[in-house]
C-alpha cells in the first residue's frame, strides 16, 4: 500500500533519475554532458538545469566544457534552443548561487547564535 507523500512528482523525478543511473553505464562526465544536451534539444526550464549544476560539479565539468557542448549540438537543435538554453543554465547558476549565498547565511547565523548561547 502507497503511502502519501507531500512531494510525490519531486520523489517519482528522484526515483526515476536513481534507476537511470543505476541502469546506465557511461562515466560521471559523459552521462552529465549526454543530460544537459537532451535538456537543451528539449527547451528544459531552468529548473531542469539546476537540478544538474551538483552533478555536473562533482564530475569536474567545467564552464568550457558547456560552451563547447552547446557549439557542438547547435546545428542539431539550432540556434534558438542553444540561446535559450544558455539564458535557462545562467538562470539556474543564479538561483544555485543564491541558495548557497543563503545556505552559508543561515549557518552563519545558526552558529553566531550557538556561541552566543553557550
Known amino acids: ?13 528522484a526515483a526515476m ?3 537511470s543511473i543505476e541502469h546506465c553505464h557511461m562515466d560521471e562526465r559523459t552521462l552529465i554532458l549526454t543530460r544537459i544536451a537532451a535538456l537543451v534539444a528539449m527547451d528544459a526550464p531552468s529548473i531542469s ?3 544538474h549544476i551538483n ?3 562533482k564530475a569536474d565539468f567545467t564552464v568550457e566544457q558547456l560552451q563547447d557542448l552547446l557549439v557542438a549540438i547547435a546545428p542539431v537543435v539550432g ?3 542553444v540561446m535559450s538554453a ?5 538562470q539556474a547558476f543564479g538561483v544555485a548561487i543564491a541558495l548557497a549565498d ?4 543561515a549557518i552563519a547565523q545558526a552558529e553566531a547564535e550557538s556561541r552566543s548561547t553557550s
Open 1 to 13: 500500500m502507497a503511502t502519501a507523500s507531500d512531494t510525490p512528482v519531486l520523489e517519482t523525478i
Open 17 to 19: 533519475t536513481i534507476d
Open 49 to 51: 538545469y539546476l537540478a
Open 55 to 57: 552533478p555536473a560539479i
Open 79 to 81: 540556434t534558438a534552443r
Open 86 to 90: 544558455a539564458g535557462h543554465i545562467a
Open 102 to 105: 543563503s545556505e552559508a547565511v
